[in-house]
Each structure stands twice: as C-alpha cells, then as structure tokens.
C-alpha cells in the first residue's frame, strides 16, 4: 500500500509525487491520462515570475467590456455558460478591492520570488538543468500610449524588486531581428526563462519518479471511501480501489470535481487556453516574446515556436472553438511578418483558475489525510518545483519557508 497518493499527473502533481518519494515517502500517482496529457502538455513553456499579479486588478476590468465585446478578443465567455460563472465572477470581483489586492500582489510574489531558487535545486535533483533556456521574455509595445497602459505591471514589479530592462527599438532588434519595425519599445524580464518541451519535461520527471520506486496507475477517480473524518481509499472507474494513509489532489482544473466528493466546495473554474504549435515557422527565435495590447505569446520550444494566449470561460466539457487558436496566430503575424504556418497542429487545454489568481496548497479544511495544490492558473509550470518544495514540506511534517496561511483552502 502506498503511503501518500498523489492525483493529477500534470506538472504539479508529478513534481510533488517526485519529491515526496525523494524524501522517502512511498507515493503512487494517478490520473485518468498518461502524465503531461493535460493542461501541461500545451502551455506556453514559460517560467514567467513577472507574471503573478492578480486579474482582478483596476487595468483590467478597464478593459475586460472591450475584450468581451470583440468576437477575437483575448476574453471570450460562451452565452450558455455565463449562469455557471456568477458566482466565480462575485468572487472575482470580491478579489479588486485596493486592500484585496495588495494582499494577492504578497502571496503570488512570495513565490514567485523564490521560484529559481528552488527550480534549479529541482533541476540538479532530476538532471534536468539543460531544459530550462538562458534566454528571457521580451513584452512588445508598438508606442508609448501602449506601454503607459501596462505600466500598472511594471510598476508592482518594481515595487517587489523583480529585475526588468527597458530597451528602445534598436536594441529590441538585435534581441530578436525576426520582429516588426512597429515595435517602438519592449521590457526585457531576463529571469522569465523557458522550458526547452514543457510535455518531455514531465515526462521526465515522471521516469525519475518511477526510477525511484514511484508507481503510476492510469483511472479515473469516481469516489472516496471515508472513515470519520479521514479518507481510507479512492475509487476508479475500473473498478479498482487503492488504499493510502494521505491523499494530495492536484488535477488542475479538474479538482473541483474531486473536492466536491469530500464536500469541500473551491471556487475552481477553466480558463481554457489555445495554442499553435508551428514546426517550419521560417523565422528563428531566441527569447519568448508577449504583445499586452494585443494579447499573445510566442515561445520557442517543442522544437518549433509556439504561439499562444487567450481567456475562454466555457466549462470543462464544451468542444473547442479553434477559431481562437487562428486569432492568435494572425496576432503573431503582427510581431514576426515573416513567419510562415507549416507544419502546424491547434491545441486546446484547461487552466485552473481561481477567482484571486492565488493557488490552493495545503491540507483540507475537512479532512485530515487530504491536502490540495491547485488552482496555480497559467504558473503552473512556473510554480512546480516550489510546490513541490513548500507541499513536501507542509505534507512531511516540515514548517515551509514561507507563510502558507495566503495559500489555504478555506479562504473564500
């Protein structure tokens, strides 16, 4: 019988599975999928520690009705889903309060903060250290009334001490000569760096988890078996059973799912995201690039460049629209004029995305053996190895470096 089970083999819970079998635990990881299958297989390879910011802050509700109201917006809300979202949207709305959000600007920098630290221990412990780039993330501007707009952004960064460079348009080009003339001005963020293929990554991780005893079963879980105030074991579709002393839920934005089984409501939605993954662009690339104004991203990695971006709110089972994916690319086009579409292949996946844009990690408010990391929104991949370090801690006994209290389950 495994000691600890972990459920969700994304990036997050394939790191903390790791770590808790590093530290001697005897752990099995479970997903309906093969590891990395999910929201990790498609998203935009970025360690981006200048990206913690809340959503909810006052530069965007300035312009969400624009975005809403634009068919190739970057937000998009299917009709028939917005009844569900209501009371989501109460609680985002709750999290854009002055107050409320220098709260949230606190919890997500603590982290991001010690990201690097803890992703490179994690990288020396896998042997991993060759996938991460020594390249950063350029932000675009075409004009000075672009970047005044973001420099909301920029200015919590400098209040959290986050290393930025502000350059004019001929350095932008011998950065990246592959860019549009428009460009008038970027932001470099030299510590925003990338991974080399963020699905081999977990993948990865995964083998070294297996390499140290670790098991990995594939089912879907349909039910816990309770005891008082404990969970004994968890239920597959298959009909197996599979015992633990703890469980870690960390399914992305499918843990609401599971917290529902344990009558633990977390307000956990999808941002579904959308990707083109372009192998024979015709351009080459060195940093990743992101354009605010116009809402995209374009990262070298998998072997190609990957183009990507864009909110969607239509729930977990709706099909996916990829005229959202087209957008992104024609957005691209604006930035690289020479990049060519072949080779390419659309892909569509589910952010987990909590209403303060601050992640759940720590034990459940209503089971002692139960803990939660989730809710990490586009920093999944960003946020992985600290998970792992600050759950690991939190789930073996160890006081965390950081006050977890910002963290908890029962915040809302």
């Not at 459920?7 to 479970?30: C, F, H, K, N, P």
């Not at 490179?120 to 672009?146: I, K, N, P, V, W």
């Not at 977390?266 to 024979?280: K, S």
């Amino acid at each position: 019988m495994a000691s600890i089970i972990v459920v969700g083999a994304g990036i997050i819970g394939t790191s903390l599975a790791y770590e808790l079998q590093r530290r001697g635990q005897t752990v099995m990881l479970i997903d309906k999928s093969a590891p990395g299958q999910g929201a990790s297989y498609g998203n935009m390879a970025s360690i981006a520690v200048t990206e913690f910011m809340p959503a909810s802050r006052p530069g965007i509700w300035a312009q969400m009705p624009k975005w809403l109201l634009d068919p190739e917006g970057p937000v998009r809300i299917r009709p028939a889903y917005v009844p569900r979202l209501i009371p989501w949207f109460l609680r985002f709305m709750a999290a854009s309060r002055p107050s409320k959000l220098r709260e949230l600007e606190e919890a997500g920098a603590t982290l991001c903060a010690r990201v690097h630290e803890d992703l490179e221990a994690f990288l020396r412990t896998t042997g991993l250290q060759h996938m991460l780039s020594t390249e950063g993330c350029l932000s675009l501007y075409a004009d000075e009334a672009e970047f005044r707009a973001d420099r909301e952004h920029i200015e919590i960064l400098e209040r959290f001490g986050f290393r930025h460079e502000i350059l004019g348009n001929n350095a932008i080009r011998d950065l990246e000569p592959a860019l549009t003339t428009k460009i008038g001005k970027a932001v470099l963020f030299p510590d925003n760096r990338s991974i080399a293929d963020p699905y081999k990554f977990v993948l990865a991780i995964a083998d070294r988890f297996k390499a140290l005893g670790g098991v990995i079963e594939q089912g879907a879980v349909i039910g816990f078996e309770h005891r008082e105030d404990r969970i004994s074991a968890l239920r597959l579709n298959d009909g197996r059973v599979f015992a633990a002393d703890r469980f870690v839920l960390a399914a992305g934005a499918f843990t609401a799912r599971l917290s529902i089984m344990l009558r633990e409501h977390i307000p956990l939605e999808t941002e579904r995201g959308y990707h083109t993954q372009i192998m024979d662009p015709g351009v080459s690339m060195r940093h990743s690039i992101i354009w605010p104004a116009r809402a995209f991203m374009v990262t070298p990695t998998a072997g190609g460049i990957r183009v990507g971006g864009t909110v969607e709110m239509a729930g977990l089972d709706a099909p996916p629209d990829y005229r959202r994916a087209k957008v992104l690319v024609k957005r691209a086009k604006e930035a690289l004029p020479d990049l060519q579409v072949r080779q390419a292949t659309e892909w569509m996946g589910h952010r987990p995305a909590l209403p303060d844009t601050v992640p759940v990690m720590g034990p459940s408010a209503k089971r002692r053996n139960v803990w939660y990391a989730t809710g990490h929104g586009h920093l999944g991949l960003t946020y992985a190895a600290t998970t792992a370090r600050l759950m690991g801690d939190i789930i073996t006994g160890l006081k965390p470096p950081v006050d977890m209290k910002p963290y908890r389950v029962d915040r809302f």
